[in-house]
C-alpha cells in the first residue's frame, strides 16, 4: 500500500516536473495548461504526502505503556501479617459455607446506585471479603490495621471506606496485629 503512495507522490512530482517543459513555448494557452499541469502534479504530490502520513500512523500500534514503565509481579498478593490473619480466618470457617478473599476491591462487593461524581471511591481495596460459598454474596469485610492505619490519611481513607460500607448494609470489621486467634473467632460468630 505504501508503495502505492510513493508512485503517486512521484507521478505527481513528474507531472509538476513536465510543466517546465512547456517553458519554451510562449503562448497564452500553452502558459495557462502550464500553470493547471503544474498545479495538478503538486496536488497530487500533497494528497500523496497526507494520505501517506496517515497511513504511516494509522499502522503504527498505540503505545500502550509510558515510557519508561517497569512492572514487576509482587511476591505475594498479602503481607506476611495478612497471610497469618489469612490462615485464621479460614481455619474459623473450615467446614462452613463461607470463603475468605483475600484484596477485594469496594467496587466488587459494593454498586453506587446514584448520586453525583465518580466511583473512585469504591476503588479502595479491603483486605478481605467474607462471601457466602455458594452465591458469593459479600456478608462481611475485614480490615488489618497495623501502623499504617494510624496515619492521618489512612485514617481519612478508613473512614470513608466505612462509611460506604454503612450506607450499603455490609458491615466492616479491624482487627489488629497483636488480636489472638480466639478473638478473631468471637468477632466473626456475631456476623456469620
Known amino acids: 500500500m ?26 497564452e494557452i500553452v502558459s495557462s495548461i502550464r500553470w493547471a499541469i503544474f498545479a ?19 499502522s503504527q500500534k498505540p ?3 509510558p515510557d519508561g514503565a517497569e512492572y514487576r509481579r509482587k511476591d505475594s498478593i498479602m503481607s506476611q501479617p495478612e497471610q497469618e490473619l ?12 463461607y470463603v475468605v478473599l483475600p484484596q477485594i476491591a ?27 460459598g455458594r452465591t458469593f454474596a459479600p456478608v462481611l469485610l475485614i ?15 478508613d473512614d470513608k471506606v466505612r462509611a ?5 448494609d455490609l ?4 482487627f489488629s496485629l497483636d488480636d489472638p486467634p480466639q478473638k478473631i473467632r468471637s468477632v466473626l460468630r456475631k456476623y456469620l
Open 2 to 27: 505504501k508503495k502505492t503512495f510513493i508512485i503517486l507522490l512521484l507521478t505527481g512530482a513528474a507531472i509538476a516536473a513536465l510543466s517546465f517543459l512547456l517553458a519554451g513555448f510562449e503562448s
Open 40 to 58: 495538478f502534479g503538486i496536488i497530487i504530490v500533497i494528497v500523496s504526502v497526507i494520505v501517506l502520513i496517515i497511513a504511516v500512523k494509522s
Open 63 to 65: 503505545r500502550l505503556l
Open 86 to 97: 489469612y490462615r485464621t480466618l479460614t481455619e474459623t470457617l473450615m467446614r462452613t459455607r
Open 106 to 132: 469496594l467496587v466488587s462487593v459494593i454498586d453506587k446506585v446514584k448520586g453525583g461524581g465518580f466511583r473512585n471511591e469504591l476503588f479502595r481495596i479491603a483486605d478481605f471479603c467474607i462471601a457466602d
Open 143 to 157: 480490615e488489618l490495621n497495623d501502623a499504617s492505619h494510624k496515619r492521618d490519611e489512612r485514617k481519612l481513607r
Open 164 to 168: 460506604i460500607c454503612d450506607a450499603a
Open 171 to 174: 458491615p466492616v470489621v479491624a
